[in-house]
């Protein structure tokens, strides 16, 4: 099971979130190209960087410094955040990120099918939900999909990695709620990378057993940063048993 540090960034600088809620942020480092490094030489094998301003805002503000990452570190490279439109997606695909995380414009099927025809795996949707409902739009609004059927369907389109949110438990450290992930993985084949609420290697242990459901990743954010876990016990945690 892969274990993938995030990297949010708001303003150029690395941050958490509670609960995904503006004006909840916190600030763990003004150097995002310095965090890069540093969970590139502890191990990491990917990396999860957001631009919160761009989900937020509708569009990445925080690019130059996605690029810098990139640049920077020699593992893959995943971003999300603020790309709406087609022009934006090719222009962000144009580096070397791994690849693009879709959300708000993941629920129109046809660009999401323009984008999977395009980009193939270089496409992930993002499922950010509150209450096992997809929410969207910097997770400010609600959708009336539920999660597990709104895999399903961006599945049958070709999308071959949902990144899964449980947006309650994103930046809490009270440990992740599965009800919704569970839902999702029993309704998908394709990989599952599940964000959100992991605050102990206990939460990791939790989660790894659902590899055989299809989980193939865990993206941990405030408890790296907070010093809850450290980077190299949770990539023993997350690996083989």
């Given amino acids: ?14 941050v958490r979130l509670m609960q995904g809620l503006v004006g909840t942020e916190t600030v763990y480092s003004d150097d995002p190209v310095a965090v890069a490094k540093r969970w590139a030489a502890e191990g990491a094998p990917m990396l999860h960087v957001v631009d919160l301003d761009g989900a937020f805002g509708g569009a990445p503000v925080n690019f130059d410094a996605v690029r810098a990452i990139v640049e920077a570190v020699s593992i893959p490279v995943e971003f999300g955040g603020g790309v709406r439109d087609e022009a934006m997606l090719a222009g962000v695909l144009e580096t070397p990120l791994r690849r693009v995380i879709l959300g708000t414009r993941a629920c129109e099927p046809d660009f999401l099918h323009t984008a999977v025809d395009q980009y193939s795996d270089r496409i992930a949707v993002g499922i950010d939900a509150r209450a096992g409902l997809v929410t969207v739009k910097g997770w400010k609004e609600f959708t009336a999909l539920e999660a597990p059927q709104f895999a399903q369907q961006v599945e049958a389109i070709g999308v071959r990695t ?25 309704a998908v084949s394709c990989d599952v990378i599940a964000a959100g609420g992991v605050g102990s290697l206990d939460d990791l242990k939790l989660l790894k057993r659902y590899e055989a459901q299809g ?3 865990v993206i ?22």
């Avoid at 990297?7 to 690395?14: A, E, F, R, T, Y």
């Avoid at 949902?162 to 029993?186: K, N, Q, R, S, Y």
């Fill in 162 to 186: 949902i990144i899964f949110t449980d947006v309650t438990a994103d930046g809490t450290l009270e440990g992740p709620h599965t009800e919704t992930l569970e839902g999702v993985l029993a």
């Fill in 220 to 241: 941990v954010g405030k408890a790296l940063y907070s010093g809850d876990i450290t980077l190299p016990e949770a990539l023993k945690a997350a690996g083989p048993c």
């Fill in 1 to 14: 099971m892969l274990l993938i540090p995030a990297i949010d960034l708001m303003g150029g600088k690395c």
């Fill in 215 to 217: 989980l193939v990743g």
